[in-house]
């Protein structure tokens, strides 16, 4: 282990130490003065500097260490300060951020003495080639026991998170079993009860008046035909046959086809993900691609379709104005719930002016068996209609 960095963090520390001291006394100020606006905005500013000071000591802990500590904070709503606060404050890493702060500038300043003092020393330069490791092995310790969850927490906080992602599943699982029957009760069996209605006055005229009653049977045949469009129309909304005959990559090829500006595939599977994966992630990029073609005013767009580390992952992206907000739409909102019963999530990133991404990624292992359509990486440029 680099002594010489280690000694650095500790110098960084011990700065970080004495600002943390005035950040602690901002905190006790703002809370006082809370009652006035001008509290909100020196807790407003003592949480960001307290959330950067800590993502810099997560970052120096995990060096030393040599293992990750993500940021454990809840995302924050899109706007409202107040909505912003209320997620603030019911994040318990917010109340371990400032227990921390209460604690972290007497440690941060005792280690970070000892070890500077150990290496001005001649006689104790011995010292500080054996101690710093230590020490700054413990100090990474102290951080992360402080601005990480532990083992059990992450798993009683992934256990919450399955529970609100299959409750939003069953939510969603309950619509979509609604809308089917809505489309079923509208569309096929309206069609079917015509039918039916056809066929019997075509019976009754038939001896009476047969060219009456071929007209019947002809509309009859329309109707049928009619009706198992309407079919066709409710099988392709629980899973599209081309999905089921060509994989995900030649599905997303087939309704990049349909677009109508020029769509660049980019298919790189070794293999097939699970079905129930598979249609979620290409319901949710056709989800993408019906947004760009309603709203994004594109002329080119894009799709890759990757496996890397046992996760999939589908880019979806356009040269389009940009501004998309996932939150405010119930299409995507509904990919959010599909993916998120695999535990999978999407990510957008639309500034003003375009391109827009939208990121969709599932955990899972893919089948090893060769499939036709993503056996192999491609790259398939597709156009709209002329």
């Not at 070890?115 to 006689?123: H, W």
């Not at 089921?244 to 769509?263: E, F, N, S």
């Not at 993503?374 to 002329?386: E, F, K, L, Y």
Request: proline fraction near 7%; hydrophobic fraction near 50%.
């Amino acid at each position: 282990m680099d002594r010489l960095r280690l000694t650095g963090y500790a110098v960084a520390q011990f700065f970080l130490a004495i600002v943390l001291i005035v950040l602690l006394v901002l905190w006790i100020v703002g809370g006082v003065l809370v009652v006035v606006w001008i509290g909100l905005g020196i807790l407003t500013g003592c949480l960001v500097a307290t959330r950067w000071i800590a993502n810099l000591h997560r970052e120096m802990a995990a060096r030393t260490l040599g293992e990750p500590i993500p940021v454990p904070y809840r995302p924050l709503p899109p706007s409202g300060f107040f909505d912003k606060a209320r997620v603030v404050l019911a994040d318990p890493m917010t109340w371990r951020d400032l227990a921390w702060v209460l604690v972290a500038p007497v440690v941060g300043i005792v280690v970070s003495l000892v070890v500077v003092i150990l290496l001005l020393g001649i006689v104790t330069g011995f010292i500080w080639w054996f101690a710093t490791p230590p020490l700054m092995m413990a100090r990474a310790h102290f951080d992360r026991l402080f601005l990480a969850y532990s083992r059990t927490e992450r798993l009683e906080q992934r256990v919450q998170d399955l529970t609100h992602s299959r409750a939003d599943v069953v939510d969603h699982s309950a619509a979509e079993l609604r809308r089917l029957e809505r489309d079923l009760h509208d569309g096929a069996q309206a069609r079917l009860v015509a039918l039916s209605m056809s066929l019997g006055m075509a019976d009754a005229a038939f001896d009476g008046d047969p060219e009456q009653a071929r007209r019947l049977v002809q509309d009859a045949r329309a109707t049928t035909t009619a009706a198992i469009g309407d079919l066709r129309s409710v099988v392709r909304g629980i899973h599209p046959p081309v999905l089921a005959d060509r994989g995900l990559g030649g599905a997303v090829q087939a309704i990049a086809l349909d677009m109508a500006i020029p769509v660049q595939v980019d298919v790189r599977l070794p293999g097939r993900p699970p079905a129930p994966v598979e249609s979620a992630v290409y319901f949710g990029v056709a989800e993408c691609l019906a947004n760009i073609g309603k709203h994004a005013g594109a002329h080119h767009a894009w799709i890759t379709l990757t496996h890397d580390d046992d996760l999939l992952r589908a880019v979806v992206g356009d040269d389009g104005r940009g501004g998309a907000d996932a939150a405010t739409g119930t299409g995507m909102l509904g990919v959010m719930r599909r993916l998120a019963a695999f535990d999978g999530t999407m990510s957008v990133s639309s500034p003003t002016g375009g391109p827009t991404l939208v990121t969709l990624e599932v955990p899972c292992s893919l089948d090893p068996m060769p499939h036709p359509s993503s056996s192999s990486p491609r790259t398939t440029p597709s156009s709209g209609p002329a």
